[in-house]
């Protein structure tokens, strides 16, 4: 399949300039470009490795063995000197976010150790990138223990394997990229420190410059040989660019001088540890190097800083992307006197203009129309949230909140393997051949194993869920402290969603009917802004309320069956327009969602209609001031196992 030219791609400079960079040099760490959808992001990703020299490897290695410097562990070799080379391009793999374990670093049959006596190793996608570009998009989305192997490998630059004692290590190095949109959930913060650079990647809003990237685009889908042919010189010159700089880049000086101004600029920006001031030495190295020249100069710090600092500035949570240009001139301090100005490379040259990035995923909420006077109370204080959790045992990813069966914890049984043996249980592999022995023919000290006999560990841990909020918004709730009180109790349940590494959702009901102002998603930062915008007055539509959680559950259940629901309705029991709530409330239960109803009534009359809702829910029934983690022991079967059968 022909690639979309690199040296084609439009206004993506930050971009292409990060991945440059990394090409020059590979210890900078990769990059990580956060955007919205259909900002031609996998494009450039993917056109990147056209312009990369092209890699000698042994022949017949399947772990990409130099034939300068073979991996002495590799699990092909070893290889004697002077073996069978040839060139190949460099290599673009390909990390799928539902890949398994045995899929990124290869599997390891234990069975057969066991059983055989041999080896058996499968290299996986950590092998196959070795020497090439390892692109993950939407990263965000990345299971925990595949983001734990994949920073294991990207900072020993080998991948082990190791299983029961059995183990096999081969080199893996690779440029790192990943893409995500951060609307779909943010990275968590060592994944995020581990990426070298990161960018912003925006869609263009000069109309000129938008008209040209569809005109290329429409030229290149219309014939994209001819329109590859057309791109050929400028291909060329930047992959000789990028070889010529390589070959610079060991004489380009970074003096003390150097390093001083980029401590300064660290400081500045309050960043922790000493990870970024190494990052941006090595980037601003290997932009002199791009620039022609072997001096660093404040420039190359700036373009380094302006990659290598916002995702590592200390900002919270819900802080705005992006990095202060100003605060950055002002740290770097004046101009050197003696710079002056080195060719440009050809095309993808730095980018100069330093427009700031827009405010990322700002969009309001819509007001729905209708439904009586309407005000948005503002959000009240936050405090720390006791955990609600699912009932039962499930299969989700890992997380902190309900009880599950997954890959880490501790040992609670044995099975026999679901597929290749990983968690060797060995008492229990021992006791299952046991009485086969005399049958089998043992006569000496030695146990004889069959397959048959193999198990492997199962373990409980904790499972991250699904938390969908539905929020009455209606005019019965808009007394303007009771809704304050509600947005500050629901954002304490989304701060610690965002600790347990829950997806969220959020439902309101008000006015004629109910809306999903925010689809199922891991970014806990859309949610609070969603919440902080959601008007309230009108009529209170409890029904719609429930049936649009059930609709949301039951098709979010298609997406991602392993992953629990745990419904959080929060309301005084009210409704007053639409069909009775009951059978609503019935159909969920029905389905086997387990829930709970936070009563919000206050006053001196108390209906507690909620405790009736909560009873058709089977849910669990508090009070807004009982979602505080008061004490460990209410934290203890905070939610009652009203339906084990739905979820054993
Ligand atoms: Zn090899």
Not at 148 to 153: F, G, I, P, S, Y
Not at 181 to 191: A, H, I, M, T
Not at 488 to 510: E, H, N, P, T, W
Request: charged share 25%.
């Amino acid at each position: 399949m022909t690639q979309f030219p690199f040296s084609a791609i439009v206004a993506m400079d930050d971009m292409r300039l990060a991945l440059i960079l990394n090409a020059i040099s590979p210890a900078i760490g990769g990059v990580l470009v956060r955007g919205e959808k259909g900002t031609a992001k996998s494009t450039a990703v993917r056109a990147l490795t056209a312009v990369l020299p092209p890699v000698e490897v042994v022949v017949g290695c399947r772990f990409s063995c130099s034939p300068a410097a073979p991996d002495p562990q590799c699990p092909d070799g070893p290889h004697p000197v002077g073996a069978e080379a040839q060139p190949r391009p460099t290599r673009l793999v390909e990390l799928p976010v539902g890949a398994t374990e045995d899929r990124l670093t290869g599997s390891l049959d234990v069975g057969r150790a066991l059983t055989e006596g041999v080896t058996s190793f499968q290299p996986g996608l950590l092998a196959a990138a070795h020497r090439g570009v390892l692109y993950v998009d939407e990263v965000n989305l990345l299971h925990d223990h595949l983001v734990d192997l994949l920073l294991d490998a990207a900072a020993l630059g080998t991948s082990y394997v190791e299983r029961d004692g059995v183990s096999v290590q081969h080199a893996a190095r690779f440029l790192l990229v990943g893409t995500m949109n951060p609307e779909e959930g943010e990275l968590r913060p060592q994944l995020l420190d581990r990426f070298g650079l990161t960018v912003e990647a925006v869609a263009p809003r000069d109309p000129a410059t938008r008209a040209e990237v569809v005109r290329r685009r429409i030229a290149f889908d219309a014939d994209p040989a001819a329109f590859t042919t057309r791109f050929a010189d400028e291909e060329t010159q930047i992959a000789a660019s990028i070889v010529a700089a390589q070959a610079r880049l060991a004489s380009v000086v970074v003096d003390d001088v150097v390093l001083t101004r980029i401590a300064e600029v660290c400081a500045s920006f309050g960043v922790d540890g000493l990870r970024a001031d190494i990052v941006i030495a090595r980037a601003a190295a290997a932009h002199a190097a791009w620039r022609g020249a072997t001096a660093v100069t404040r420039e190359d710090i700036r373009a380094a800083a302006r990659l290598a600092l916002p995702h590592r500035r200390r900002r919270n949570p819900f802080d705005a992307p992006g990095l202060d240009e100003e605060q950055l001139d002002d740290a770097l301090g004046e101009d050197d006197p003696d710079d002056e100005p080195d060719p440009q490379p050809p095309d993808a040259g730095p980018g100069e203009d330093g427009t700031p990035p827009p405010p990322n995923g700002q969009a309001p909420a819509e007001a729905p129309s209708g439904g009586g006077r309407e005000s948005v109370a503002p959000t009240g204080a936050t405090f720390r949230a006791r955990r609600l959790e699912v009932p039962g045992k499930g299969h989700g990813a890992s997380g902190r909140r309900s009880r599950a069966y997954t890959d880490g914890g501790h040992t609670v049984g044995a099975r026999p393997p679901q597929s290749v043996l990983r968690d060797l249980h060995l008492i229990a592999t021992l006791m299952a051949s046991a009485p086969h022995q005399v049958r089998r023919g043992r006569t000496g000290p030695g146990v004889v194993l069959d397959r048959a006999d193999l198990r492997e560990r199962r373990r409980e841990g904790r499972e991250s869920n699904l938390v969908l909020f539905l929020v009455d918004a209606s005019g019965s709730m808009a007394a303007r402290r009771r809704m304050e009180a509600v947005k500050g109790a629901v954002l304490s349940l989304l701060l610690d969603a965002y600790q347990r590494r829950d997806k969220v959702g959020l439902v309101c009901f008000r006015g004629a009917d109910a809306q999903l102002l925010l689809p199922p998603t891991s970014s806990v930062d859309a949610a609070a802004r969603r919440l902080a915008t959601m008007p309230t007055g009108g009529q209170t539509p409890l029904t719609a309320g429930l049936t649009e959680a059930h609709a949301t559950l039951r098709r979010e259940r298609l997406r991602d069956p392993q992953r629990r629901p745990l419904l959080v309705v929060v309301t005084d029991g009210r409704h007053t327009a639409g069909g009775d709530p009951q059978a609503a409330a019935l159909r969920l239960r029905h389905d086997g969602v387990a829930s709970v109803v936070v009563d919000c009534e206050s006053g001196p009359v108390r209906l507690r209609l909620a405790g009736a809702l909560a009873q058709a829910l089977g849910a669990e029934y508090l009070s807004l001031d009982d979602l505080g983690d008061l004490s460990v022991a209410a934290l203890a079967g905070s939610v009652r196992a009203y339906r084990r059968e739905m979820v054993a």
